[in-house]
């Protein structure tokens, strides 16, 4: 795995915004090659629990910075790590969201609580193939950590993802029909599947499941799509929201 | 470039020379194909594939991977594409890795053991894992792993229909003496100890356990005292007997202890999913404690039975 430092950190309730550097000089140092939807691979120096996925916020000429959900052991872990302490990643892996997506065409993307951050970064590779972007939190928490324009906040305006979505749907003039790219919780996925049958627009969702290797080796990470049992770690994160058995 | 001294690593094994002892486990590393692509395989000692099952198995539904203190719950259940397909679009790749390759294969049948057995010996892999301990699945009957006269059919039956080394895989038991001397009666060539113990976790906000079959594998660094010993017992009633000690296994020093307690070969299974470079980290590891301490294979393998 390759050495990487926490440079810098930001909390706010229960997220937590992460910058890391290689130790090597920036002038000697080539960026990531990683693109939207795929993720990285990162672990903690001493504990021997599994390297955990995560979606890059963003990247830079030395690092990598991620937005991360404090929920267990290692997410717990950074949260109390001091710039400087040494972690380790490998990837990138997973399937980038511009091989399963017709770049053609616009988007409107939406984001869910950490599922912001491959949105995020898929808005600004992408920025003529976005129609609208709509990234939800629960609380406006997130505010401290990054600025994000396109952001609502559930406790202020009592609207979710879905809600915004909705009104926006209903005042749309676009001769294209609606697609939407989504990155959330299953539950976030799942409700905007039923409102995608709904409103009739097609549906790409980029999954989040606990993973094992990250590579496709181990079969940690299935979802069950009407071509047999996939991995969402190699043959996602990203599927056409039609193709998921949501029943399993 | 680190250099391995391989001469001090060198294992001869029923007659066949193998680079190091380190095996790569079933399960975590599939079929191979990705992990040849992160690391070179040819500097390992031997590659297990994941296990086949006769028919298509789809696994089970997520999550199937849970951290817990020592290591993680697993509930894969030998998710694979069945021996069909397994023999069509899965083994040439394994024929052509640069390591020998051990075929792991599961059933509660005998019958359906014999086919894929009997379908192997015209394919140019070298060792068959019969695993009747995966922790995962519960279709049909009694599992055969946990009866030895069960095992002493199966075993002594498909030893008729194949030349290759026959392996038998055991999870942690109590009984294990008696299952290895099934096997070992039967004329299997060798055991491999230990598959993951079972385990669970419960969520304490939903007061239910995290798994949806309750149970899973326990696998990681914690299950390696219990899988020593099984190793280190087993030796110690069967001095003729190939083992291939595996559970835990993070580091080189893992792998001695195991050389230690009497295994001949030492698996890698959850390492690989903790970083898949980790056996080629171990293979170095095993070289420099040789060469630094002026030892090979032979002056620590069973060295901690003779300990009085």
Same mark, same amino acid.
């Given at each position: 795995?390759?050495?990487?430092?926490?440079?810098?950190?930001?909390?706010?309730?229960?997220?937590?915004?992460?910058?890391?550097?290689?130790?090597?000089?920036?002038?000697?140092?080539?960026?990531?090659?990683?693109?939207?939807?795929?993720?990285?691979?990162?672990?903690?120096?001493?504990?021997?629990?599994?390297?955990?996925?995560?979606?890059?916020?963003?990247?830079?000429?030395?690092?990598?910075?991620?937005?991360?959900?404090?929920?267990?052991?290692?997410?717990?872990?950074?949260?109390?790590?001091?710039?400087?302490?040494?972690?380790?990643?490998?990837?990138?892996?997973?399937?980038?969201?511009?091989?399963?997506?017709?770049?053609?065409?616009?988007?409107?993307?939406?984001?869910?609580?950490?599922?912001?951050?491959?949105?995020?970064?898929?808005?600004?590779?992408?920025?003529?193939?976005?129609?609208?972007?709509?990234?939800?939190?629960?609380?406006?928490?997130?505010?401290?950590?990054?600025?994000?324009?396109?952001?609502?906040?559930?406790?202020?305006?009592?609207?979710?993802?879905?809600?915004?979505?909705?009104?926006?749907?209903?005042?749309?003039?676009?001769?294209?029909?609606?697609?939407?790219?989504?990155?959330?919780?299953?539950?976030?996925?799942?409700?905007?599947?039923?409102?995608?049958?709904?409103?009739?627009?097609?549906?790409?969702?980029?999954?989040?499941?606990?993973?094992?290797?990250?590579?496709?080796?181990?079969?940690?990470?299935?979802?069950?799509?009407?071509?047999?049992?996939?991995?969402?770690?190699?043959?996602?994160?990203?599927?056409?929201?039609?193709?998921?058995?949501?029943?399993? | 470039?680190?250099?391995?001294?391989?001469?001090?690593?060198?294992?001869?094994?029923?007659?066949?020379?193998?680079?190091?002892?380190?095996?790569?486990?079933?399960?975590?590393?599939?079929?191979?194909?990705?992990?040849?692509?992160?690391?070179?395989?040819?500097?390992?000692?031997?590659?297990?594939?994941?296990?086949?099952?006769?028919?298509?198995?789809?696994?089970?539904?997520?999550?199937?991977?849970?951290?817990?203190?020592?290591?993680?719950?697993?509930?894969?259940?030998?998710?694979?594409?069945?021996?069909?397909?397994?023999?069509?679009?899965?083994?040439?790749?394994?024929?052509?890795?640069?390591?020998?390759?051990?075929?792991?294969?599961?059933?509660?049948?005998?019958?359906?053991?014999?086919?894929?057995?009997?379908?192997?010996?015209?394919?140019?892999?070298?060792?068959?894992?019969?695993? +009747?301990?995966?922790?995962?699945?519960? &279709?049909?009957?009694?599992? *055969? @792993? /946990?009866?030895?006269?069960?095992?002493? #059919?199966? =075993?002594?039956?498909?030893?008729?229909?194949?030349?290759?080394?026959?392996?038998?895989?055991?999870?942690?038991?109590?009984?294990?003496?008696?299952?290895?001397?099934?096997?070992?009666?039967?004329?299997?060539?060798?055991?491999?100890?230990?598959?993951?113990?079972?385990?669970?976790?419960?969520?304490?906000?939903?007061?239910?356990?995290?798994?949806?079959?309750?149970?899973?594998?326990?696998?990681?660094?914690?299950?390696?005292?219990?899988?020593?010993?099984?190793? +280190?017992?087993?030796?110690?009633?069967? &001095?003729?007997?190939?083992? *291939? @000690? /595996?559970?835990?296994?993070?580091?080189? #020093?893992? =792998?001695?202890?195991?050389?230690?307690?009497?295994?001949?070969?030492?698996?890698?299974?959850?390492?690989?999913?903790?970083?898949?470079?980790?056996?080629?980290?171990?293979?170095?590891?095993?070289?420099?404690?040789?060469?630094?301490?002026?030892?090979?294979?032979?002056?620590?393998?069973?060295?901690?039975?003779?300990?009085?």
């Amino acid at each position: 795995m390759i050495k990487i430092f926490l440079k810098a950190k930001k909390v706010s309730e229960d997220f937590l915004v992460a910058e890391f550097e290689h130790e090597i000089p920036p002038a000697e140092s080539k960026p990531i090659f990683i693109k939207a939807g795929q993720f990285l691979m990162l672990k903690n120096r001493t504990e021997p629990i599994l390297a955990k996925p995560f979606s890059v916020l963003s990247t830079n000429e030395n690092g990598f910075s991620v937005l991360i959900k404090i929920i267990g052991r290692f997410t717990g872990y950074l949260s109390q790590s001091k710039p400087g302490e040494l972690f380790f990643y490998r990837g990138p892996y997973g399937t980038p969201f511009e091989q399963k997506l017709d770049l053609s065409k616009k988007f409107i993307t939406i984001g869910g609580g950490c599922g912001a951050a491959p949105i995020l970064f898929f808005n600004k590779q992408y920025p003529n193939q976005i129609e609208k972007s709509i990234i939800g939190f629960k609380t406006d928490a997130i505010q401290q950590l990054i600025p994000i324009k396109e952001a609502v906040y559930e406790s202020l305006t009592g609207q979710t993802v879905i809600d915004v979505l909705n009104d926006y749907l209903s005042t749309r003039y676009n001769e294209q029909p609606p697609i939407v790219l989504a990155c959330g919780s299953l539950g976030m996925c799942q409700a905007l599947y039923s409102h995608s049958k709904e409103k009739n627009y097609r549906l790409f969702v980029s999954l989040d499941e606990r993973m094992g290797c990250g590579m496709g080796m181990c079969k940690g990470c299935p979802v069950k799509t009407k071509s047999g049992i996939k991995m969402v770690c190699k043959d996602g994160p990203i599927f056409d929201s039609d193709e998921i058995v949501w029943e399993w | 470039m680190i250099k391995v001294d391989n001469d001090r690593l060198n294992v001869e094994i029923l007659g066949i020379k193998i680079k190091n002892p380190v095996v790569i486990a079933s399960g975590p590393a599939g079929n191979g194909e990705e992990l040849s692509s992160a690391i070179d395989l040819s500097k390992i000692g031997l590659f297990t594939s994941k296990t086949v099952t006769l028919e298509k198995t789809d696994g089970n539904p997520p999550p199937r991977i849970v951290d817990v203190y020592g290591g993680i719950i697993n509930s894969i259940g030998l998710q694979n594409p069945g021996f069909k397909d397994f023999m069509k679009n899965q083994i040439p790749f394994l024929e052509q890795l640069p390591l020998q390759t051990i075929i792991s294969l599961a059933s509660n049948y005998l019958e359906e053991f014999e086919v894929m057995v009997k379908a192997l010996n015209d394919r140019s892999i070298e060792w068959i894992e019969l695993n +009747f301990s995966c922790p995962n699945v519960d &279709k049909g009957k009694e599992p *055969i @792993g /946990t009866n030895p006269d069960k095992i002493y #059919e199966t =075993v002594k039956c498909l030893k008729t229909l194949t030349k290759k080394p026959l392996l038998v895989k055991f999870a942690p038991s109590e009984t294990i003496l008696e299952l290895v001397d099934a096997s070992i009666s039967a004329r299997a060539d060798g055991v491999v100890l230990s598959n993951c113990p079972k385990g669970m976790k419960i969520d304490i906000h939903t007061m239910k356990p995290i798994l949806k079959r309750e149970y899973g594998g326990f696998a990681g660094p914690a299950i390696k005292p219990i899988a020593l010993h099984q190793v +280190f017992q087993v030796r110690k009633a069967f &001095k003729n007997a190939l083992i *291939i @000690g /595996t559970g835990g296994v993070i580091n080189h #020093e893992d =792998v001695l202890e195991y050389l230690m307690a009497g295994a001949n070969l030492v698996g890698i299974g959850f390492g690989v999913m903790l970083d898949p470079f980790l056996p080629i980290h171990i293979v170095h590891g095993l070289s420099g404690y040789m060469s630094a301490n002026d030892l090979n294979y032979s002056s620590v393998f069973c060295k901690a039975q003779s300990h009085r």
